[in-house]
């Protein structure tokens, strides 16, 4: 069952930052944070993850509050690629099963 | 990481019959998934395959709508069966591998 809370929808001027926020209030301390992003008509992409530190890749960086309590993803340097629906996910350590909410669309505008 | 391929990529099929979908990966697996997609919305898993067992289904999914196969740990089938207009969607099947889960394209199922 999906344990989060997202926006339904986000615009971001294209080179500015993205930050899509996530509320997951009843995770547990064994439950990772997960975000994912789907292109249009493409399965979905995993983006980053995190426990309770925050976590930069590649793609993205995660910021967890302190509480645990809500996530924001920051895409540092949006571009017109990036607009996708994003999904955020809460899933237990050792956890097999990943349940989709409704996401956040973003909408990235040159 | 895996690459993750289905078949068919997309099919047109009439109400009552039946559509198999086959999932193949270029790794070997435990843990591979099913998940639907309807027009507009977001995923929702149907089941967990683990070669060598029954399938596992989420509420609301039955055997006899969706049976799978799993015979190694490289390939799975979901199967529609006795299709109607509601089922028309996107099938994807995904894999688990440490802590990420990889997607396969999907299968764009209208069932007319």
């Known amino acids: 069952d999906a344990k989060t809370t997202q926006p339904p929808s986000m615009d971001c001027a294209e080179g500015r930052a993205a930050n899509l926020p996530c509320n997951h209030s009843?995770?547990?301390?064994?439950?990772?944070v997960y975000w994912y992003r789907q292109i249009h008509s493409q399965g979905p992409q995993y983006i980053i993850h995190?426990?309770?530190n925050n976590e930069t890749n590649e793609m993205a960086s995660l910021i967890i509050t302190e509480d645990r309590k809500s996530s924001t993803l920051i895409l540092p340097h949006a571009t017109l690629r990036d607009t996708a629906v994003y999904y955020c996910i809460v899933r237990a350590v050792g956890g097999n099963q990943f349940y989709f909410g409704t996401g956040t669309s973003l909408t990235v505008i040159p | 990481s895996a690459v993750i391929s289905q078949k068919p990529s997309r099919d047109i099929c009439q109400r009552g019959t039946s559509l198999t979908i086959q999932c193949q990966v270029d790794s070997q697996v435990t843990m591979m998934f099913w998940y639907r997609q309807q027009p507009g919305q977001s995923l929702t898993l149907i089941a967990t395959a683990n070669q060598g067992s029954e399938a596992t289904y989420e509420s609301g999914f039955v055997i006899d709508k969706f049976p799978i196969s799993r015979p190694n740990l490289t390939f799975s089938t979901l199967t529609v069966s006795n299709m109607s207009p509601e089922d028309s969607s996107i099938y994807l099947c995904s894999v688990g591998l440490a802590n990420e889960q990889y997607f396969g394209p999907g299968t764009r199922l209208t069932v007319t």
């Open positions: 009843t995770i547990s301390g064994n439950e990772y």
């Open positions: 995190g426990l309770k």
